[in-house]
């Protein structure tokens, strides 16, 4: 193994701006708002603020699963936060998710509104208010509560870590790939053995376990994420990629998405979503550029 460039960490950690590699625009040491900027709001129950990042996609997988399962209070306005130019930090946004992270939901369905961040919390949420993607048996619901805060917990190793090395850090450094590598060929290997036995995470029911899990390690699988599909050898997780492919072929899915995507081909990409015929219009606009 190549020795990397020796490192002696000072007593005292500073700031050096320039040194995030392709995020170095928006990361920064301290919380807060860095602008005042008031978010806006539809006229739907829900507010969607958000990104098709991973977990932007989550969010808006459910939202679309809830609403083709017949729950219309779950209508809702999704808006673009576009974190590569800062949104994320505008006082509105922070009013939202003090933690300046997409996605953030408010509820204004009750009498006071109710804000809701972290996208698992968000997807706990919304399976609790509508009774739905959530086993009611004690066994299976356990199950699916186990696989998303599983997901909460190691999808930092494939983004953060695996990702950002491999992908986006300035520099390549052969110990972070490999460490991270060897760590989530390990998770895929959790997920393929888990679904040798059962057809979805948390058993027989599709449940917000798959929709946490899906945009993460799919997009990895289908080669949508890092370019790193043949470093990792994703085609030997054979039941990975048949659960991939399963969720992906679902029409809720494939609408959820697209929702607040601005990367991509632009036929996939949907900026806002306000109105289920949002994503018609989009499809019209598919089929007038092949014409």
Do not use: C
């Amino acid at each position: 193994m190549s020795e990397a460039p020796a490192y002696t960490p000072p007593k005292v950690w500073t700031w050096d701006k320039g040194n995030g590699g392709a995020f170095a625009n928006i990361n920064r040491p301290v919380a807060g708002p860095t602008h005042e900027k008031e978010l806006p709001v539809g006229r739907h129950p829900l507010q969607l603020y958000s990104l098709a990042t991973p977990n932007g996609v989550k969010v808006g997988v459910m939202l679309e699963e809830l609403l083709a399962a017949g729950h219309k209070g779950a209508e809702y306005d999704a808006w673009l936060i576009r974190i590569n130019e800062g949104d994320q930090f505008g006082s509105g946004f922070v009013g939202v998710n003090p933690n300046s992270k997409i996605p953030a939901l408010m509820d204004r369905s009750g009498k006071e509104p109710v804000r809701v961040f972290e996208s698992g919390a968000i997807l706990l949420y919304l399976a609790e208010k509508f009774g739905a993607f959530l086993p009611k048996d004690h066994v299976a619901r356990t199950e699916a509560l186990s696989w998303l805060f599983w997901q909460m917990g190691s999808a930092p190793f494939l983004g953060g870590g695996f990702g950002h090395f491999f992908a986006y850090a300035p520099i390549k450094i052969e110990y972070a790939i490999n460490r991270y590598a060897m760590e989530v060929k390990r998770q895929f290997d959790v997920l393929d053995r888990r679904l040798g036995e059962v057809e979805y995470l948390a058993g027989k029911e599709y449940s917000i376990a798959d929709m946490a899990v899906w945009p993460w390690y799919g997009a990895v699988i289908k080669g949508e994420a890092y370019g790193a599909a043949e470093f990792l050898q994703v085609s030997e997780y054979k039941n990975l990629v048949r659960w991939t492919d399963q969720i992906g072929a679902r029409p809720a899915v494939k609408r959820g998405r697209m929702v607040n995507r601005a990367m991509g081909p632009l036929e996939e990409q949907l900026h806002e979503r306000h109105d289920a015929s949002d994503f018609e219009t989009k499809t019209q606009d598919k089929l007038q550029k092949k014409e």
